[in-house]
C-alpha cells in the first residue's frame, strides 16, 4: 500500500488483508490512531471497526472541473435491472472510476455498490415503473 491515507481521505473498505475478498464499503476516514506499532483507521460511520491499512484503498474523486449529474446530499431514485424502481436514498460520495461518475447512497445495504448515472434519477422526477399501473395499493 503507497497511498497516504488521511482523515477525511475517502477509501473502499475490504473484506481481508491486501485488498482481497469483497468489497465491504465505502467510507470517509474519521480517526487514525497507532496501537503497538500498527497504524489503524477508523470510518465515519459509528458501528465502524479499526481498519489496518492494507484493508483499505483510496477512492478517486472526481477531477476537479467536472460537474456530474448528481451532487453530494442530492435525494434519488435508485433503479437496478430492466429501470425497475427500489429505493429511494441521498448521494453520499462520488468517486471517478473508470473515467465515469459513481455515486455511492445512503441509506443502502449494498455500501459497495456504487451507481452509474443512468440508474439514478432526481427525486423530484416522478416515478415511471410500469408494474404498478396493476398493483392495487
Not at 473498505?13 to 483507521?41: F, H, M, W
Not at 441521498?90 to 448515472?117: C, L, M, Q, R, S
Not at 434519477?121 to 395499493?137: G, H, K, R
Amino acid at each position: 500500500m503507497n497511498e497516504l491515507i488521511e482523515v477525511g481521505n475517502l477509501v473502499f473498505v475490504y473484506q481481508y488483508s491486501d485488498c482481497r475478498g469483497p468489497c465491504i464499503g465505502l467510507d470517509a476516514v474519521a480517526e487514525i490512531r497507532e496501537n503497538k506499532g500498527v497504524t489503524l483507521y477508523r470510518m465515519v460511520r459509528e458501528d465502524s471497526a479499526w481498519y489496518e491499512a492494507d484493508r483499505l484503498r483510496v477512492a478517486e474523486r472526481p477531477p476537479a472541473g467536472i460537474d456530474p449529474k448528481f451532487n453530494i446530499g442530492d435525494r434519488v431514485r435508485c433503479y437496478g435491472t430492466y429501470r425497475i424502481y427500489f429505493m429511494t436514498a441521498v448521494v453520499e460520495h462520488i468517486v471517478w472510476f473508470e473515467n465515469k461518475a459513481d455515486y455511492y447512497v445512503f441509506p443502502t445495504e449494498t455500501p459497495w455498490y456504487g451507481y452509474n448515472e443512468n440508474s439514478l434519477s432526481l427525486a423530484d422526477d416522478s416515478v415511471n415503473t410500469p408494474e404498478w399501473n396493476n398493483m392495487i395499493f
